[in-house]
Each structure stands twice: as C-alpha cells, then as structure tokens.
C-alpha cells in the first residue's frame, strides 16, 4: 500500500456560502458558491443519505468500502482491537463564506440512546487563518430561556450570551460535543471530528434551512435540546479549550481532545520519518514527497497504516489527523 493523495470532496448546494479558499487553498480556480466544505478522507455521508460525503478512492470504491474489507492494513491492530473497522475520524477543510448558524452536536451517550448511533461529534478547529467564533454560553442559560430563543428565533439574545473569540492562524479550538457554536464569516480552517453529520440548529433565521422541519435530528425540539449544554464557559474552563499558536511537535489541539482525535504539525527541511499509522494529511506549504508520493501545498492524501514509516523528503509543512490512539 502506498499514500494516496485525493480529489476535492465538497458536497454541493450547502446552506452556506463558501468554497472558493478552498478552491485557492488546493490550486483550483472556481468554485460553486455553496461548497464550504471539504470531506477529506470520510467514511462519513451527511445525514439522511447513503452517499453524500463519502470520499472516493482512485478505483472508484468508497473509503469506507476498502477500509471494512481490511481494516488492519488501514487502520494497524492495536486501532482494529479496540474500534474494530471504524476510522474514528472525519476530517474537513472548511470556508465559511458567512457567519454559520448557532448549532450543537451530541455527544455519544446522546447519540447512542435517541440515534443508535456509536459516536457523538466533538470537534475541533486548527485556523489557516484569522477568524471570529462564538463558543459555549457565558453564563447558565435556563431549559425555558432556550426553548424560547430557538422557537422565536432571537438570534441576537442567543449570541449575547454566547463568548465570542478571535483566533488566529495556528490557534486550535477544541468544542466538546453538546457545546453551542458558530463559525465566524471569512473563517479557513482544518477540523477534525467524530465521523457522524449530527447537528441541532439553534439557529436558521436567514439562512436556506428549514429549521422547524429539519433541526432536531427528527426527534423533536422537546427531546433534542436536552442535547445542549446550558452551562457557564468562563475564565479556565473556557481557556481549557484553546491552543493559540503553532508547535512544532505533538498535537496542536488541547489535552482535552487527545480523546477523540489528534493533529499535528510537521516541519521537514531535509528528511523526516514519521511513524507508521493511519492518517490524514493536508499540506500546508512548500513541496516535496511523502513516501515517494510527490505533494505540495494545497495536497490532501491519505496514509494506510500497512504504508509503514513515512519518510518525508524536501521543505513543507504538513498538518497530520489521527485518530485517538488505541
């Protein structure tokens, strides 16, 4: 097996503007107008189909299809002992052309009694460039305060109590599962998260979203909004979930993502080997090859576990997603 490097993947017709960094950022030029995201490396499909999403190998089989029909030379034993053929990971490049709604995701308790499904979706964001966000309510919100924000739709109560932050290229922002958020406007960054497409949407004023009909997972607004942490995020417990700047070794996110997935920065000038896993690579700068794989900025690819030590020859700096380690 050798590293495969991918097509773009970005689902058309989003409920968002965006797409066209993205286009820049891989060396293209256009890009439809609602293309904010792109699917690299997914064994995912967006909620409610089969196929959307998931990402085609060169063969024209699915990710997902190679993966289940030998899981330990993608994914390594130590991974397939303890997740069996499920990558654990879902990694996006995302522009937003505009300001997302307010949404949550649920986490895998959430998921697994009202969904049957085995994953929440944390998440977390490594800016490729400056961007305002909204995370988690500044102060306790009561269960009737939200019901009445999402029925009435009274965005602006629901952003004064949420904290904005501006980060930075190179900061990391981690957002645990059932945490409000929203992307700012002129947001590129990398996320990686549990592989599912679970959103509740807090928020659909003025966006093309049928919010009433298609915001609560089909479980009802009664039943999903128990989904939502109501909690206070202040002072550390907020500065817990932000990694400002870039490091050169390990994860970039905060610890408290370690759980659920991992990104890290790789700079070679030369030659570096780099350990045998599976994995997700985006190239950042500069240009060279990866395991005889020639990339340059703007590549995504793919590294089964089976490739064995990458070496990484030239000057470029990589972003590597993994999952968790088993």
């Not at 919100?141 to 904290?163: G, K």
Request: proline share 6%; with cysteine; aromatic share 6%.
């Amino acid at each position: 097996m050798r590293p495969i490097a991918l097509e773009a993947n970005q689902p058309a017709d989003r409920f968002y503007r965006g797409g066209e960094r993205i286009a820049r950022f891989r060396g293209a030029t256009g890009a439809a107008e609602f293309t904010p995201e792109d699917w690299v490396g997914s064994t995912t499909s967006l909620f409610g189909d089969d196929s959307v999403g998931l990402t085609l190998l060169p063969r024209g089989e699915t990710l997902a299809d190679a993966v289940a029909a030998d899981p330990v030379a993608w994914l390594g034993p130590e991974h397939v002992a303890r997740w069996g053929s499920d990558t654990s990971l879902l990694v996006k490049l995302l522009d937003a052309g505009e300001r997302l709604p307010v949404h949550v995701h649920p986490d895998a308790g959430f998921g697994a009694e009202h969904l049957g499904v085995q994953h929440g979706k944390a998440e977390a964001w490594t800016m490729l460039d400056d961007a305002e966000v909204y995370v988690g309510f500044s102060r306790e919100v009561t269960a009737d305060e939200l019901v009445r924000w999402v029925r009435d739709q009274d965005v602006e109560q629901m952003l004064a109590a949420m904290n904005p932050l501006t980060l930075r290229a190179g900061d990391s922002l981690f957002v645990p599962a059932r945490v409000p958020h929203a992307i700012g406007a002129g947001a590129l960054l990398l996320e990686v998260q549990e592989p599912t497409d679970l959103s509740i949407l807090l928020e659909w004023r003025d966006f093309r979203l049928d919010g009433e009909r298609d915001g609560h997972l089909g479980l009802g607004f009664g039943t999903a909004l128990d989904a939502v942490d109501r909690s206070a995020w202040h002072g550390d417990r907020l500065a817990g979930l932000v990694a400002r700047g870039l490091r050169r070794t390990g994860s970039l996110l905060p610890p408290a993502a370690d759980r659920y997935f991992r990104v890290e920065r790789i700079e070679v000038d030369g030659t570096s080997i780099l350990d045998a896993g599976y994995s997700v690579i985006v190239v950042t700068d500069g240009q060279g090859t990866l395991a005889g794989l020639p990339v340059h900025a703007g590549v995504t690819a793919l590294t089964p576990h089976a490739v064995g030590r990458l070496e990484v020859a030239g000057q470029l700096t990589l972003l590597r997603c993994r999952p968790p380690a088993p």
